[in-house]
């Protein structure tokens, strides 16, 4: 019964593949998995609906690329900070501090980015609205942080003393002893870190939704609005008539989803496993 | 702490960092509480909503979620703790093990809307639960297993060997020995790692966007098969959907606020419990 529950796990992982696949599956026959590559998406239309996914994946790009700018410096910084140089009773109130930020539902957040972050993106760039890219990687990179710091301080704790010991011994400063040793050290697991951190960015949905505006078009700039792969699926399913082409489509973005998590999760764990650290 | 002046500079530049990360979230917390307060009555948390949510309480939607939550721990709590015991005390390192942990680390990383998909493919349209309350649980409980797995086993592994050990040399079996010497000093951690999970569950909107909540239903639900109204779902929809969103403001910071307070109440709950159980039982 015991092996039973536990390979519950298994059975959930191989049902997802499958069932998004069962679902995606006749979209590969008509109208073919090259409409994916189409450079629109406009799933409903009366002359001819275009499902290319280069728009939304585009939009997920940029949102995580611009998230990833900001959470990076912030977390990697903050974490050494935490784990080198705050006092003991220092870290025991600011690590609860960072765990309460990443309890916060995401749609609260994304509220949060709607009704107090977007208006000041908007007044502070002179914009038509704050509903963008950017309002969404900053809202993103929030969510972000908290993850990315906990693995990071982890793998920083990981770095035996010794290393620090014979650094100073040497008669290196602090200072130098954490950005010369430490850092290099941890660097496999901070990493890591950033790619899990990367895995959460791509398939955060609600928060990302409310905030980047969701108009499905190619951009590089910042203050565009973009519309995200998960953005997509959840806004038009809920529309959308079982079994029809535009629902297989919304299917295929959920496989890409999948895969591209998937393989940031593998990658992030060979990582992991072959520095020896757990995460 | 003390160096060049370059040194203090760079150690400030740090410790700015790290504090603005905190004031953040003291600001994101400040923001809902202050703007939601003047809303939170007991009218509002137990009276049924008016004009499409613009008037009235949120008593279906906290109803919707307490149900949720009920159902995800009823489901993955049993199935969380087996398969923590069987990873931990029975379970040889090999292939097997090797297989779940992989699928384990897997689901943990599968996006919430991936998880929406999978669940209106299965439970939804496979199994023809329809959009229903079994429909949402059954999907929630599936995205939480990850963490009440990891949580589970690592309360098991801090239950020192000998334990099992005297038990054993005493005659008891194996399951004996789980259950009367293993069990009982992990069960606060148990419950602690699920509570972080459900706590995570019943804020999530993604996943049950698409297998059980209703845009507005102003009723308690009857059975596992009714839809029901969520709290998550309703902030978006105040938020976002509704026409008049400028003018029902101060219910949307009413209901972000009850949410928060029930996620972080969760949350918070579970640190309480483990504190208190770490100070009963000392190894």
Known sequence: ?279 | MSGSFSENLIYGLLRAITYAIVLLVGYILFDIVIKGLPVLNWEFVSGYPHQSGASGGILPAIAGTFYLVLGTISVALPLGVGSAIYLSEYAFQGKFTTIIRMAIITLAGVPSIVYGLFGLGLFVLFFRFGASILSGSLTLACMVLPTIIVASEEALRAVPKGYREASLALGATKWETIRTNVLPYSLSGMITGSILGVGRAAGETAPILLTVAAFFLPKLPNSIFDQVMALPYHLYILATQHPDAEKVRPMQYGTALVLLLLVLGLSLGAIFIRAHYRKKYKW
């Open chain 1, 1 to 279: 019964m015991l092996i039973g529950a536990a390979s519950t796990s298994v059975l959930i992982v191989v049902l997802i593949f499958l069932f998004l696949g069962k679902e995606a599956a006749p979209f590969a026959l008509t109208p073919g998995l090259s409409a994916l590559f189409d450079s629109k998406w406009i799933p409903v239309s009366f002359q001819r609906e275009r499902f290319g996914i280069l728009p939304l994946l585009s939009g997920s790009a940029l949102v995580t690329l611009l998230a990833m700018l900001i959470t990076i410096p912030f977390s990697v910084l903050g974490a050494i900070y935490i784990a080198e140089l705050a006092k003991p009773l220092e870290r025991e109130i600011l690590k609860p501090f960072i765990e309460i930020l990443a309890s916060i539902p995401s749609v609260v957040l994304g509220f949060f980015g709607l009704v107090v972050l977007a208006p000041l993106v908007k007044s502070f760039f002179g914009l038509n609205t704050g509903l963008n890219a950017l309002t969404g990687a900053i809202l993103l990179s929030i969510m972000a942080i908290p993850t990315v710091i906990s693995i990071s301080e982890d793998a920083l704790n990981s770095v035996p003393h010794v290393y620090k010991r014979a650094s100073l011994a040497l008669g290196a400063s602090q200072l130098q002893t954490i950005f010369r040793v430490t850092v290099p050290a941890a660097l496999p697991g901070i990493i890591a870190a950033v790619m899990l951190g990367v895995g959460r960015v791509i398939g955060e949905t609600m928060a990302v939704m409310m905030v980047t505006g969701n108009a499905a078009i190619i951009t590089a700039n910042p203050l565009d609005p973009v519309r995200t792969m998960t953005a997509t699926i959840a806004a038009e399913m809920g529309e959308v008539p079982f079994g029809s082409v535009h629902y297989q489509a919304l299917f295929c973005i959920g496989v890409v989803l999948l895969l591209v998590t998937f393989g940031l999760n593998v990658i992030g764990q060979q990582v992991l496993r072959r520095y020896g650290m757990r995460q």
